[in-house]
């Protein structure tokens, strides 16, 4: 089994988490594999991406704790345009702490995350016991993590023995892993899970802050990316909307051309 040359929709039923099988299905209706980080820090700003790039990404990326102006009413309307247009909200919180404190960072406080975000990020550094505290935790009924195995900037402190130690730790409890957000191909034989892949841009090497970045062909062709995260690709673009549209292109593109031959 090579999910690198399975289509999404036949991977759905190779997968044990519900957000993930989601996922695969608005995927292959919608013919995009691209996910937006919707890192803006006005609330308005944030809902105008959504409406923009909406109909051309299968996940909206947020870090909630950047936001001014957040409010219920926000995560109302967030919820509501990411019905109308079909994608999936999924707040990049990357959980660290212990299990109990993850469980409560996830479903207390001014976010109430585990309420409007069906997908989030876990580090693996404190143990499997994070999984199982989110798992546990009051929120939505559907839910799934990207479980952070590699990272795209520069002079990361993980190593080899992480990355293999992380992916063991989330293949353990499939109810709960959507995939894993890394820049390699680290479980192609595991088509249940996704590949999350973030530092994609065209025309830029990285932004000086250590972020280093690849194009959507090779995160798709070379890097095993199921999805594709681009933000300031879009979000600095003139017009956010057609930047999606082009980048939406080359990653569905970069997608067929991988499982044809
Ligand atoms: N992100 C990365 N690299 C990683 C991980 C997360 O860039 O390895 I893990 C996040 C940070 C930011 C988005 O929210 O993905 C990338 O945004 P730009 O495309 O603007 O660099």
Same mark, same amino acid.
């Given at each position: 089994l090579d999910r690198l040359k399975m289509p999404y929709e036949e991977r759905i039923s190779h997968s044990s988490n519900a957000i993930a099988k989601r996922l695969f299905k608005i995927m292959s209706e919608k013919k995009t594999n691209l996910c937006i980080?919707?890192?803006?820090?006005d609330a308005a700003e944030i809902l105008n991406l959504a409406e923009a790039v909406g109909p051309h990404v299968c996940l909206f990326k947020t870090?909630?704790?950047?936001?001014?102006?957040? !409010?219920e009413v926000f995560v109302k309307n967030l919820k509501s345009i990411a019905e109308k247009h079909n994608f999936v909200l999924f707040e990049d919180r990357k959980f660290a702490d212990i299990g109990k404190t993850c469980q409560l960072q996830y479903s207390k406080?001014?976010?109430?995350?585990s309420s409007w975000a069906p997908l989030v990020t876990a580090h693996s550094l404190t143990g499997s016991g994070v999984l199982e505290a989110l798992e546990q935790a009051?929120?939505?009924a559907e839910r799934g993590v990207f479980v952070l195995a590699?990272?795209?900037?520069?002079? !990361?402190?993980?190593?080899d023995k992480y990355v293999k130690a992380t992916v063991a730790m989330g293949v353990e409890k499939?109810?709960?892993?959507?995939?894993f957000v890394c820049? !390699?191909?680290?479980?192609?034989?595991?088509?249940g899970f996704v590949q999350l892949t973030p530092g994609v841009q065209l025309? !830029?090497?990285?932004?000086?802050?250590g972020q280093q970045y690849n194009t959507p062909e090779a995160v798709m062709?070379?890097?095993?990316?199921?999805v594709a995260v681009v933000g300031r690709g879009i979000?600095?673009?003139?017009?956010p909307a057609a930047a999606a549209v082009e980048y939406k292109k080359l990653l569905w593109d970069s997608y067929l051309k991988r499982i044809s031959n």
């Open positions: 980080a919707a890192d803006l820090t870090h909630i704790d950047i936001v001014e102006g957040f !409010s406080g001014v976010y109430g995350v009051e929120g939505l590699e990272c795209s900037a520069k002079g !990361s402190l993980i190593d499939k109810s709960l892993v959507t995939g820049q !390699s191909k680290l479980f192609v034989e595991q088509p025309g !830029s090497s990285g932004d000086g802050l062709l070379e890097r095993g990316a199921d979000t600095k673009a003139s017009n």
